[in-house]
């Protein structure tokens, strides 16, 4: 309710700019999402995880197989390397511009 277009108000990122991978993993079904907001994958592809969702919508995460990024389900990802033990919580609409 009230989040517009998104799907949480907060995420769990690696960095500032969830720009460091958090985890990798291996598929363990082929999944097709119901829009361009999506990835799709096969199952066994490597996925590569970015951020995770939290609040609302807990159940999906985002991240990247081959060239191509959108949100999935965590629950079709079977975790097998975690690149980061920390989690910065931080609003999904916001975008952090660093000036030095």
Avoid: Q
């Avoid at 199952?43 to 995880?49: D, F, I, L, R, T």
């Avoid at 995460?61 to 629950?75: E, H, I, L, Q, T």
Wanted: aromatic fraction near 14%; proline fraction near 4%; include cysteine.
């Amino acid at each position: 309710p009230g989040l517009g277009r998104r799907f949480a108000e907060r995420k769990r990122c690696a960095d500032f700019e969830c720009s460091m991978l958090m985890c990798r993993g291996k598929a363990m079904r082929d999944f097709k999402g119901p829009d361009c907001r999506f990835v799709n994958f096969k199952k066994g592809e490597a996925v590569y995880v970015y951020y995770k969702l939290i609040g609302e919508s807990t159940e999906l995460w985002a991240g990247s197989v081959g060239s191509d990024f959108g949100y999935f389900p965590k629950d079709l990802l079977e975790v097998n390397h975690n690149y980061s033990n920390e989690e910065l919580e931080l609003p999904t609409d916001v975008s952090l511009v660093l000036v030095f």
